[in-house]
């Protein structure tokens, strides 16, 4: 079983539309949740940071996170074509980074 | 990307030649990561480490590849004998210290190796 599973995509949803992206994890050391966004052939891009578990938002994203059900979900409302990359989940106990193995979201104008 | 600096971008080598990547961290970052991604896939774990120490190596192969972070300049990835099967795209990462707070890893915009 792999440390972290991210929900298959590619995702293809229509502008304005509201997004759900989501991993679950399975090692309990994790404490601390990143997302990034990558565009093609560009570096991942830090998108949000939490460390609790509960909600965080920052302009039309929110990161949730559930510690208890080891579940962490991105959500984006009135999603743009500009949000069409591959959004991967991060996370970390003491050292190193696991990621996701990221999902391709594509928003259709 | 918070000034994570990766050269060169691309970079072609022959079969059974050697590679050399390079990454500068951000300023006052003393922790980098290596990842590999290949075509449609997720990053992969290489090697974590800090200044003049290799902390975790776990995800290298243990054969041909190495990584060094000296106390002094950048930190490289080595990449020996190179084989078609070594392209991909080489990202770097860096983050401030281990504790809590600062610890969200920055990273750089990558090194495409093509063997040919």
């Known amino acids: 079983q792999k440390e972290v599973e991210q929900d298959p995509g590619p995702l293809s949803v229509p502008e304005g539309a509201i997004v759900s992206l989501n991993c679950t994890y399975s090692n309990s050391a994790f404490q601390y949740f990143m997302w990034y966004r990558q565009y093609s052939r560009k570096g991942p891009e830090l998108l949000m940071y939490t460390y609790s578990s509960g909600n965080k938002e920052d302009g039309r994203f929110t990161a949730q996170v559930d510690k208890s059900s080891k579940y962490i979900s991105l959500f984006i409302r009135d999603s743009q074509p500009s949000d069409s990359a591959t959004y991967l989940c991060a996370m970390r106990g003491y050292q190193k980074v696991t990621f996701g193995t990221g999902t391709k979201l594509q928003v259709i104008p | 990307n918070a000034g994570v600096m990766q050269n060169p971008r691309h970079l072609v080598r022959r079969r059974g030649q050697e590679a050399r990547l390079r990454c500068s961290p951000v300023k006052g970052h003393s922790h980098v990561y290596w990842y590999r991604q290949l075509p449609e896939e997720g990053l992969k774990f290489m090697v974590y480490l800090q200044k003049e120490n290799i902390i975790d190596e776990s995800g290298m192969p243990k054969e041909r590849f190495s990584a060094e972070f000296p106390k002094e300049g950048p930190s490289i ?27 969200e890893a920055f990273f750089g915009q990558g090194t495409r190796l093509t063997v040919v």
Do not use: K
């Open chain 2, 77 to 103: 990835l080595r990449i020996q004998q190179v084989v078609r099967g070594d392209s991909a795209a080489y990202f770097c990462a860096s983050s401030h210290s281990q504790g809590a707070g600062n610890t």
